[in-house]
Antibody, heavy 118, light 106 residues
Framework: EVQLVESGGGKVQPGGSLRLSCVAS????????MNWVRQAPGKAPEWLSY????????HYADSVKGRFTISRDNAESSLFLQMNSLRVEDTAVYYC???????????WGQGTLVTVSS | DIQMTQSPSTLSASVGDRVTITCRAS??????LAWYQQKPGKAPKLLIY???SLESGVPSRFSGSGSGTEFTLTISSLQPDDFATYYC????????FGQGTKVEIK
C-alpha cells in the first residue's frame, strides 16, 4: 500500500523557519517526481514546488521562490521542504503529492498544518 | 502564468442529476488538464488526467472533455458520495488550480 506521511508542521512566528518532511512507503520512491502543495483554510490548493526523481531539477511557484527549498533523499524515501522567512499568509495545510507519468498529483499525503502567527 | 477560471463556484443539484463543471485556461494548454474531488478534511483525489483519461478506480459516471482552453467535467448521474468540491488543474507549464466548484445538495 502506498503511503505518504508528512510531518514537521506547527506554529511559528513571522520570519521564522520550519522544515517539513514526507516519508514514502509502498512505492519505488526514486522512480517518481514529487511536489509540495498547500491549501489555506477555505481556499483552493496551491502548487508550491516540484522536484525530479533524481533531485537535479526543481521548480517553484513565485509565491515561495527564494524562501522555500525542496529536496529529497531517495535512499531514505523522503521529501523535504525547507521554509524560511515565513509569513502569515503561508498558514495552510501542506501536502506532499506524487506525479505519475501524465497524471499529476495522483497520490497525496494526509497533510501537515503550518500556522504562522505572532 | 497560466490562469484557470472555473464555473460555477457553487452548484446545487439533486441525486440523479447530470452535472457539468467548466474550466477555462488563459492560454492553450492542449490536454494538460486534470480534475480532482475534495471532501472536507481530506486531500484532493485525482479523477481525470490528460483532460479525458479516467483514473483507475474512479466511477465511470465521471468524464472529462475539452482541449486548448475549454474543458468540462461531467457527472452523468449525481450520487450521494459526489457532494464535494471539484478543482481543475493545468499542468502545461508548472501547475495552476482553478478556484473550485462546490457541489451542494439542492
Amino acid at each position: 500500500e502506498v503511503q505518504l506521511v508528512e510531518s514537521g508542521g506547527g506554529k511559528v512566528q513571522p520570519g521564522g523557519s520550519l522544515r517539513l518532511s514526507c516519508v514514502a512507503s509502498g512505492l519505488h520512491f526514486d522512480n517518481y517526481e514529487m511536489n509540495w502543495v498547500r491549501q489555506a483554510p477555505g481556499k483552493a490548493p496551491e502548487w508550491l514546488s516540484y522536484i525530479s526523481s533524481s533531485g537535479y531539477t526543481t521548480h517553484y511557484a513565485d509565491s515561495v521562490k527564494g524562501r522555500f527549498t525542496i529536496s529529497r533523499d531517495n535512499a531514505e524515501s523522503s521529501l523535504f521542504l525547507q521554509m524560511n522567512s515565513l509569513r502569515v499568509e503561508d498558514t495552510a495545510v501542506y501536502y506532499c503529492a506524487r506525479d505519475r507519468d501524465t497524471a499529476p498529483f495522483d497520490f497525496w499525503g494526509q497533510g501537515t498544518l503550518v500556522t504562522v502567527s505572532s | 502564468d497560466i490562469q484557470m477560471t472555473q464555473s460555477p463556484s457553487t452548484l446545487s443539484a439533486s441525486v440523479g442529476d447530470r452535472v457539468t463543471i467548466t474550466c477555462r485556461a488563459s492560454q492553450n494548454i492542449n490536454a494538460w488538464l486534470a480534475w480532482y474531488q475534495q471532501k472536507p478534511g481530506k486531500a484532493p483525489k485525482l479523477l481525470i488526467y490528460k483532460a479525458s483519461s479516467l483514473e483507475s478506480g474512479v466511477p465511470s459516471r465521471f468524464s472529462g472533455s475539452g482541449s486548448g482552453t475549454e474543458f468540462t467535467l461531467t457527472i452523468s448521474s449525481l450520487q450521494p458520495d459526489d457532494f464535494a468540491t471539484y478543482y481543475c488543474l493545468q499542468f502545461k507549464r508548472y501547475r495552476t488550480f482553478g478556484q473550485g466548484t462546490k457541489v451542494e445538495i439542492k
